[in-house]
């Protein structure tokens, strides 16, 4: 099985090159498209990314979209171009970098076995005043995770709380559902799972004692009206 890698972008050079370094590290598995969507609204700056990542497709075009505008353009294109694309998508945004080699084959593995769990993601540190007061993401629900393994060994904790664009994996079929438009579209299509699918679960790769699998290196996240 092999994986679409989508790297979402919006002009922060800097950490979008030491994202992309992690990647080529630590993504252990079959990548068969390389996909890069920028949202700066620069062409001369889109020009340059295509100079510098020969290797992956660049799908940015025209002016600045924001957040949710980005990846509606992007899961458009995704399922447009469903014919010639791998069958698992891997998303990341460009501030985030591995803290330790992820296998993609044991996640594709995970998703096609288990067809309720809609996204395997991977837990970053505790960004939020929040999250930091809780001591991570889980820790702020813990009851809300249960946790799952399987006779591979593989372990990861579902959820039904919402969908994260945080690095993850999901199979590229839910690309076929629209991406909402205007302001807090990643909970809008949360929301929108959980509502159309009872038996629909959001996952975090590993188990509830595991540290952070990813660090999120960005001041701010990519794109505007998240």
Not at 20 to 32: C, D, F, K, P, T
Request: with cysteine; glycine share 8%; hydrophobic share 40%.
């Amino acid at each position: 099985m092999s994986v679409s890698l989508v790297v979402m972008t919006d002009g922060r050079d800097d950490v979008l090159a030491r994202t992309i370094a992690s990647a080529r590290e630590m993504l252990e598995g079959e990548i068969a498209h390389r996909i890069m969507h920028d949202d700066s609204g620069d062409h001369f700056h889109r020009r340059r990314l295509m100079a510098e990542y020969p290797d992956f497709v660049h799908i940015g075009k025209g002016d600045r979209r924001g957040f949710g505008g980005a990846y509606r353009h992007t899961f458009e294109w995704l399922d447009s171009n469903r014919a010639e694309l791998a069958d698992y998508v891997f998303l990341l945004e460009d501030d985030f970098t591995f803290n330790r080699p992820v296998e993609l084959f044991s996640m594709q593995g995970v998703l096609e076995r288990n067809p309720d769990v809609v996204q395997i993601a991977l837990r970053r540190q505790a960004w939020s005043a929040t999250e930091r007061l809780a001591g991570g993401v889980i820790e702020q629900h813990p009851e809300a995770y249960a946790e799952r393994r399987d006779h591979l060994g593989n372990a990861w904790l579902e959820h039904r709380l919402f969908f994260t664009t945080n690095p993850s994996m999901f199979r590229r079929t839910l690309c076929r559902r629209e991406w909402p438009a205007g302001a807090q579209s990643e909970g809008l299509f949360g929301h929108g799972i959980i509502r159309d699918d009872p038996d629909a679960v959001f996952a975090y790769w590993g188990t509830r004692d595991d540290t952070p699998w990813v660090e999120h290196i960005g001041d701010e996240r990519a794109g505007k009206g998240y």
